[in-house]
C-alpha cells in the first residue's frame, strides 16, 4: 500500500491563516443569529479564493488539483444556490452561499478530505437535526447548520484516514 499523500504546508496555511477567521465569525454569527453575513461569506470566498490562486502561481505541481477544486466548489455550489431557491426549507441560501468555500478548501485538501468532509457534515448536521428535535420534540425545527458545514475541512481531515482505508488507497 502506498503511504498517506502529504497534504502540502502551504496549502494548511491557507486553511489556518486565511479560512479560519472567518469561518469562526461566521460560525460565531449563525450560531446566535440563524445567518451567515453575505459581507463575510464573500470575504472568506476572496480571501481563500486569493490565496489558493497565489499558490498555484507559486507552486506549478499543485495547478491540477487546485483546478479541480475550484471546479467542483462551482458546481456544488451553483447546485447548492439553485436547491435553496427551489426548496428552501432543505437548505438555507446562506449555507447554500458557504458551501463552495467550504468544497473548494476542503478539495485542495485532497479528494480524501473532501469526502470525509461531505460525509462528516452530513452526519453531524443529521445528529444534530435528531438532538434538536429530541429535545424540543417538535419536528421542523430549524437550527444553524453554518457551524457544521464550515468545520467541514477540519473534519475532512479528521476522516481522511478512514476515507483512504475504506477505498484501499491508505
Do not use: C, Q
Request: glycine letters at 14%; charged letters at 10%.
Amino acid at each position: 500500500m502506498d503511504p498517506a499523500p502529504e497534504t502540502p504546508l502551504i496549502i494548511l496555511a491557507v486553511l489556518v491563516l486565511v479560512y479560519l477567521p472567518p469561518a469562526l465569525v461566521l460560525a460565531w454569527v449563525d450560531g446566535r443569529e440563524h445567518r451567515l453575513p453575505n459581507r463575510w461569506v464573500g470575504g472568506l470566498s476572496v480571501g481563500v479564493g486569493s490565496a489558493l490562486l497565489l499558490v498555484a502561481m507559486m507552486r506549478p505541481e499543485l495547478r491540477d488539483g487546485l483546478t479541480t477544486a475550484l471546479v467542483l466548489a462551482l458546481a456544488l455550489g451553483a447546485g447548492a444556490i439553485l436547491l435553496a431557491l427551489i426548496a428552501p426549507p432543505l437548505l438555507g441560501m446562506g449555507d447554500a452561499k458557504t458551501l463552495p468555500v467550504v468544497v473548494g478548501m476542503s478539495a485542495a485538501l485532497g479528494g480524501d478530505v473532501l469526502i470525509a468532509a461531505g460525509l462528516a457534515v452530513a452526519v453531524v448536521s443529521g445528529a444534530a437535526g435528531a438532538a434538536v428535535m429530541a429535545v424540543t420534540r417538535r419536528t421542523g425545527v430549524r437550527f444553524a447548520v453554518g457551524p457544521i458545514l464550515l468545520a467541514g475541512p477540519f473534519l475532512g481531515l479528521l476522516g481522511a484516514p478512514l476515507v483512504r482505508g475504506a477505498l484501499g488507497t491508505g
